[in-house]
């Protein structure tokens, strides 16, 4: 059973840099979203893909990231010039299409660490 | 958008205790969903609850959704050292199909 794929798994990087995280999603799932998770707290809503196309972002996502999913398959968080408070658990999740609000099933997260 | 609130953010009981958790809203939900997330793990879907006054078992686990839709909550009859995480109650929907807006969640610690 292959569920969702993130990777990496940790990022360090240092405060301005730029990251790039990908996602793959269950493979019949043509919907697919990007929450963020800190400590303590429950995820956070970014973004929103129906097949290729960028359906919703949260009022909170900065200029600074961006979402691709260009194939309608994998997905890319970029979060450019880095900044302390962007240290999270970046997770990816997809769900089958079709009526209704189906359940979500989660990868195991990209951790980023800024220094 | 739709928010819940969920109380206590903290459990701690003795194998074989009894625990709840409570998930609360000030306007009427359309849905709610409860995931529980293990200690360095990712949220798992538990269940989705549609209907008013609606109630789901799965095994010691009972879930409820109040005749009102404002408030749902998840029971663990005998808990045990396996039921640790966190759980999160999270309401979909909104202008995107199965967004998650998610409660605070609710530490639960077994004692053995």
């Known amino acids: 059973d292959t569920g969702v794929s993130q990777n990496p798994r940790h990022k360090i990087t240092k405060r301005g840099q730029n990251v790039t995280f990908r996602c793959d999603p269950i493979?019949?799932?043509?919907?697919l979203y990007w929450y963020r998770q800190t400590l303590g707290q429950g995820p956070e809503f970014l973004t929103y893909?129906?097949?290729?196309?960028?359906?919703?972002k949260s009022r909170l996502l900065s200029d600074r990231f961006s979402a691709e999913r260009p194939k309608g398959s994998f997905s890319t968080l970029e979060i450019q010039r880095t900044e302390q408070g962007d240290s999270a658990m970046y997770l990816c999740?997809?769900?089958?299409?079709?009526?209704?609000?189906?359940?979500?099933?989660f990868g195991d997260g990209t951790r980023l660490s800024i220094l | 958008g739709q928010q819940v609130m969920q109380i206590p953010q903290y459990q701690h009981v003795q194998e074989g205790e009894d625990f709840t958790t409570y998930c609360n809203s000030s306007t009427t939900l359309s849905n709610i969903q409860w995931y529980k997330q293990r200690p360095g793990g990712h949220p798992v879907f538990l269940i989705q609850l549609v209907k008013s006054g609606e109630v789901k078992k799965q095994k010691r686990l009972t879930f409820q959704f109040g005749e009102a839709k404002k408030n749902s909550s998840l029971h663990i009859t005998a808990t045990q050292t396996t039921d640790v995480g966190t759980y999160f109650c999270a309401v979909a929907g909104g202008t995107s199909y199965g967004k998650l807006t998610f409660g605070q969640g609710t530490i639960l610690t077994v004692h053995p």
């Open positions: 493979s019949e799932h043509n919907r």
């Open positions: 893909f129906q097949n290729e196309a960028q359906l919703e």
């Open positions: 999740a997809s769900s089958p299409g079709g009526a209704g609000n189906q359940p979500q099933h």
